[in-house]
């Protein structure tokens, strides 16, 4: 069965201090890793998708590392419009176009 | 714009009675999720379509059906049979196709449903 794990559940950074989240998963053969922001009450807006072991995407301050065991979302000076919930995705191998979600990791960003 | 609405935002019904959530897109994808969000817990599928006429069952279809008569849009309706109908419902939708390998899911902004 696949499974994601993503830590913390919460973090509260103060703008300008740049921190990791991260995503754990667990595929029977890794066919995407994606990470979405999702805004209270909306729906979450894809962000990346990471293929491969050592695959790198970047968009302003965020930038998305995948391995073989797990991804991390790299938030650079954030600012408070970066707060949000930050969902991480598996999709495996003969699963069709099913995704695996984990809980989130909810992002606060103070002044 | 292109994108997916969901309708209503905000939904109340009583307990023993169905209601249907509607999901419209007009990015002219072929394939269409139904997913639920409960605090504390990920997004669990409930129905997919990959193509008009035909859906599938997801990991948590028990209480739910779908129809997919049209390309642009895949009601959802919530039976009296679901034991705990309470959360907030997500649509998304996506291309389907070699050519379009890992295409990502586009979500709609969701219907809350209080079941009371």
């Known amino acids: 069965e696949d499974q994601v794990t993503q830590s913390p559940e919460a973090l509260r950074l103060q703008e300008g201090e740049s921190s990791s989240l991260n995503c754990s998963y667990t595929?029977?053969?890794?066919?995407?890793l994606f990470w979405y922001r999702q805004d209270p009450g909306k729906g979450p807006e894809f962000l990346f998708t990471l293929y491969s072991a050592g695959e790198e995407k970047e968009k302003e301050r965020l930038k998305a590392t995948l391995t073989k065991k797990e991804s991390f979302l790299h938030i650079t000076a954030p600012k408070p419009e970066d707060s949000a919930t930050y969902l991480c995705?598996?999709?495996?191998?003969?699963?069709?176009?099913?995704?695996?979600f984990g809980t989130g990791t909810r992002l606060q960003v103070t002044l | 714009d292109g994108g997916i609405t969901q309708s209503p935002k905000y939904l109340f019904r009583k307990e023993g009675q169905n209601v249907t959530l509607s999901c419209e897109q007009n990015?002219?994808?072929?394939?269409m999720y139904w997913y639920r969000q409960d605090p504390g817990q990920g997004l669990r599928l409930i129905y997919y379509?990959?193509?008009?006429?035909?859906?599938q069952k997801g990991d948590i279809a028990e209480g739910y059906s779908v129809s997919r008569e049209k390309k642009e849009s895949f009601p959802l309706t919530v039976t009296s049979a679901q034991k705990n109908p309470t959360a907030f419902y997500l649509c998304?939708?996506?291309?389907?196709?070699?050519?379009?390998?890992?295409?990502?899911?586009?979500f709609g902004n969701g219907t809350r449903l209080t079941v009371t």
């Open positions: 379509s990959q193509i008009v006429n035909d859906f």
């Open positions: 995705a598996v999709q495996a191998y003969g699963t069709a176009s099913k995704l695996t």
């Open positions: 990015l002219n994808h072929d394939a």
């Open positions: 998304a939708s996506s291309i389907e196709g070699a050519q379009y390998y890992n295409s990502p899911l586009h």
């Open positions: 595929v029977s053969g890794l066919r995407g």
